[in-house]
């Protein structure tokens, strides 16, 4: 528990200097692909709790993100009113006022996007692969259509002038605990619970492994980190609207998995910061050579190509390490017989 | 609610809406059609087939365009109808061969890789051709131009517009051939025996590859009517009009038990009439009906109205 | 009697299929019954049945005097039945240490935020399940295996992994499906052995069904013979290779 302790403050006082490097060394915009890069990871390691551990295919962690957004940006910026005197915007709840208010919106979109992860996960259990896929990708369109019917978030519109709070220190110091404790999680018990009933489930179940409650308590948890994700994103972008998380972003964070390695933590995050960057890279070119629709085009094209010719993605279900970086230095390989 | 009851007769109103189900469900049986054939055969959900829809629509509006001449003072082109006839062969045509052009090159590689892998590909080609189709066609919002006049037919209390009329028609006709020749033909035999047991039928002498080829040509050109239909109809055609009506129709071939012919309309006009009813009362939440009504079927009974139950073997 | 298992009239259809038909059991604790018969004779629908894979279409199970048909297999394992498949179905990705730890799941008695925040009850816990599986292991002769990947292993050894997995639940009764399937002469002597051990020195009362009747004569008490989902023989080893209708069961169809 102490080890605990060290690593996530290790993790925090990491985030703190590289928010100091960020804030007073790097032009906004690469700042601001930086700060993505983050918040892709945390999407990419929880979803792989689900898709890449437990082996269900979830295409809705975009619906989850979508309601820790709302719900925290609701709490910083509905819930406040500015005051002349004060010549600043004061909360109506008076807990989320000052240094703790922002962690704590985010801990309620967290909260409530778990809450949903609940919802979803129990009457889904019955559902396998393809089913699971498009149940949730159901479950994922059917928020944003009510987000986007609900006039007090803005309807289509969304939230505008959402403060931004989410700096490099809270999206880098909330990826650090995302990894850690998805780290640990996967190194424990109930991490072997999970692998084995994506290995066989009926298996599993005869060990008395309670698969439908693992399954759920997998879902809790990436919906957890996903509405997380979705409150710093708000707090970053400043503006959300309902088409900020749709369909199309589920299966980004899916491709991430994918191009990592599903089931790998170390792939997740790798993953994560490459398909970050490269739409980014890509929106130069398009630029450039002013067709629209290149960019996507070639993402799309580099996906089918990773399917057809490395389907298991960079790590496979490896975890980068030492021992693994040894390996792939070339001389040093021990030659099989 | 009340709105509905204030403003004259509440059941000719239903009635009406129903009516209208009908002929929008009618494109997504068409549509459902493709998935159900393609799940039936590969367990593959191709998400391109969205897509294939789209090309669809715009493979008939560019010929119509073209080929269609402005007579002086009219305010729409004219064109012969058998050029229109010629247009559409062209676009069934060419959506055949793109439907058949995918599986070859992104899903037959694919066939025996995990059906992740297969899964995530079609996600990726349906990705491409929709920005494909951006950079081809502009994101720009194409009408098409109407060759037939919209009028309305009465109906007994209800009028229904005379393309809902043809799109329904041509709907049955299209999904009830397609029943037949699965049924009565050899190479529908063919293809139901892939479905039932791929390598059984590789074994019986099935040529398993052009089978399912033909299963593709045939759900892509059926896709391609509908998409034609749509543009008809509802003359608004953008690179991403797959993207709803592909999840749709697929929600709809679920909904009749994936894999069955018959299911797959059964479910699209179910879904249809379902949208058209809620549609009354708020548009918006006409979108949520398929995904509400999946979850639910999915809940109830995972294998459709019409479908099959499978069981593990232990 | 005071059965550990007991089967009455337990029968199960598939659409008009009537695949187990009254198949009644009864296994005293400590007993080493086997359950033989010909192909297709309803052997493994028979364990499906017990340990809540399949729903019995009639009849009852009752096991340590709980009625237990209509549990799921998850209520099942947790009352003390485990098993194993005829097909070997082993947790692949997993390192074969880490498969006989998942037997032992069941049994800890930690939340998910011990292990997310690595308490001393979390620690404790892996310490536990790493040494009743490296017990298991070293029972089952796998012990210098232990950090393979369970796909690893050749196919011997897959099969005593599975038993040993099946063991770490710590079941009062063990259901073997054809643990020797696929051995050769040598394994099946070694396997024959170590069955006869879990009985007698970890005193788990086994089931099991089993093809080779060398084995089943050499260790099991109590035989039942199954043909077309149908019992014809109950007895000892003596009293089933004389029985006629066993005999007509086996060399008859053949």
Redesign the interface.
């Known amino acids: ?1 102490l ?2 302790a060290g690593i996530l403050a290790a993790g925090l006082a990491a985030a703190f200097a590289l928010n100091l490097l960020v804030a007073n060394a790097i032009p906004p915009y690469p700042a601001l692909v930086i700060n993505l890069c983050g918040i892709s990871i945390i999407l990419a390691v929880s979803l792989n709790v689900i898709n890449g551990l437990t082996g269900q ?1 979830s295409l809705g962690h975009a619906g989850f993100m979508a309601i820790g957004a709302y719900v925290s940006a609701y709490f910083t910026t509905t819930l406040r009113y500015f005051d002349p005197e004060a010549a600043r915007y004061i909360s109506q709840a008076p807990l989320l006022d000052g240094l703790w208010g922002f962690p704590l919106a985010l801990m309620a979109g967290g909260i409530a996007a778990a809450v949903a992860g609940l919802v979803v996960g129990i ?2 259990l ?2 396998k ?3 699971l ?3 949730t ?3 994922g ?2 928020v944003t ?2 987000l ?2 609900f006039r007090q978030v803005g309807g289509t519109k969304g939230l505008t002038s959402i403060p931004g709070h989410a700096d490099t220190f809270w999206i880098y110091g909330a990826a650090s605990v995302c990894i850690t ?1 998805s780290l ?2 996967q190194r ?6 999970l ?2 009933i ?3 489930e ?10 439908a409650r693992m399954k759920v ?1 997998a879902f809790i ?1 990436g919906a957890f980190f996903a509405g997380i994700a979705g409150g710093l994103f708000a707090h970053l972008m400043l503006s959300i609207s309902p088409a900020n998380f749709g ?2 972003k589920s ?1 980004e964070v ?2 991430m998995l ?1 191009l990592g390695g ?2 790998s933590m170390t792939g997740a995050v790798v993953g994560a910061v490459i398909l970050t960057i490269l739409p980014e890279a890509l929106r130069d070119i398009e630029r450039e050579v002013n ?7 070639l ?3 580099i ?2 190509l990773l ?2 010719f490395r ?1 298991q993605g960079i790590f496979g ?1 490896r975890e980068l390490s030492l021992k693994l970086l040894r390996r792939l230095v070339p001389g040093r390989r021990k030659e099989s017989p | 609610m009340q709105l509905l009851l204030e403003s004259g007769d509440f059941l000719a109103r239903l009635l009406q809406q129903c009516a209208n189900g009908v002929a929008k469900g009618s494109v997504y049986a068409l549509v459902a059609v493709g998935y159900t054939m393609v799940y039936g055969v590969l367990q593959l959900i191709n998400f391109a087939h969205s897509d294939v829809y789209m090309l669809g629509a715009y493979f008939s509006y560019y010929p119509a365009r073209w080929l269609g001449y402005m007579p002086d003072g009219a305010e729409k082109p004219k064109v012969p109808l058998y050029v229109l006839g010629l247009a559409f062969a062209f676009a069934v045509t060419a959506c055949a061969c793109t439907g058949m052009l995918i599986e070859r090159l992104a899903y037959r590689p694919l066939r025996n890789a995990s059906r992740l892998a297969a899964l995530i590909t079609a996600i990726g080609v349906s990705i491409f051709l929709q920005n494909a189709g951006q950079m081809v066609f502009t994101s720009e919002v194409k009408s098409f131009p109407r060759y037939v006049d919209q009028t309305s037919v009465p109906l007994g209390p209800i009028a229904v517009a005379n393309t809902s009329l043809i799109i329904v028609v041509v709907a049955a006709l299209m999904v009830g051939g397609l029943h037949l020749f699965v049924q009565r033909t050899r190479t529908g035999a063919a293809m139901r025996a892939c479905s039932h047991d791929m390598r059984t039928a590789r074994l019986m002498g099935v040529n398993v590859n052009a089978t399912i080829s033909l299963t593709f040509a045939i759900g892509s050109a059926m896709a391609a009517v509908g998409g034609m239909l749509i543009a008809m109809d509802q003359p608004r055609l953008t690179p991403t009009m797959g993207l709803l009506m592909g999840l749709k129709a697929f929600v709809a071939a679920v909904l009749g038990g994936i894999g069955s012919i018959p299911g797959a309309a059964l479910g699209g006009l179910l879904l249809g009439v379902a949208e058209s009813v809620v549609g009354t009362w708020n548009t918006t939440y006409a979108d949520a009906v398929a995904f509400v009504a999946l979850i639910v079927v999915l809940l109830v009974k995972p294998s459709g109205i019409l479908g099959k139950a499978g069981r593990e073997k232990v | 009697m005071n059965a550990l298992l007991e089967t009455r009239l337990l029968t199960i259809r598939f659409g008009g299929l009537c695949a187990v038909d009254c198949c009644d059991l009864a296994i005293a604790p400590g007993q080493l019954f086997g359950l033989i018969g010909p192909n297709g004779a309803g052997k493994t629908t028979v364990f499906n049945m017990i340990t809540g894979v399949y729903l019995p279409s009639e009849g009852t199970v009752h096991f340590d005097g709980r009625l237990i048909n209509g549990r799921s297999p998850v209520q099942v394992a947790r009352m003390g039945i485990s098993r194993t498949f005829q097909n070997i179905r082993l947790f692949d990705e997993l390192s074969v240490l880490e498969n006989a730890m998942t037997g032992a799941h069941q049994h800890a008695r930690i939340n998910l935020f011990d292990s997310l925040l690595r308490t001393r009850r979390h620690h404790r816990e892996e310490q536990r399940q790493r040494d009743k599986a490296y017990r298991l292991l070293q029972f089952m002769g796998l012990e210098d295996r232990a950090g393979l990947p369970a796909k690893a292993l050749p196919y011997g050894h897959r099969r005593r992994l599975e038993i040993a997995r099946a063991l770490a639940t710590e079941p009062k009764l063990l259901c073997l499906d054809e643990p020797a399937a696929g051995m050769n002469t040598g394994e099946k002597a070694e396997l024959a052995v170590l069955i006869r051990r879990i009985r007698d020195e970890l005193g788990v009362t086994v089931l099991l069904i089993e093809h080779d009747m060398k084995l089943v004569m050499g260790i099991c008490e109590i035989i039942q013979v199954l043909e077309y989902g149908k019992t014809i023989a109950r007895g000892t080893p003596a009293e089933i290779q004389r029985d006629p209708r066993v005999i007509a069961a086996y060399l008859g169809g053949a």
């Open positions: 528990m080890r605990t295919f009457p889904t019955r559902l692969g393809d089913y896929a498009i149940a990708l159901g479950f369109e059917i259509i009510l986007a019917n404790f640990f999680f424990s018990t109930f991490g072997r619970a692998i084995a994506r290995e066989n009926l298996a599993a179940e005869v060990m008395g492994i309670g698969a308590i948890y369909f199309m299966v899916v491709v994918v599903l089931g067709l629209s629709g290149l960019r996507m085009a993402y799309a094209l996906l089918i399917m057809l389907p279900q």
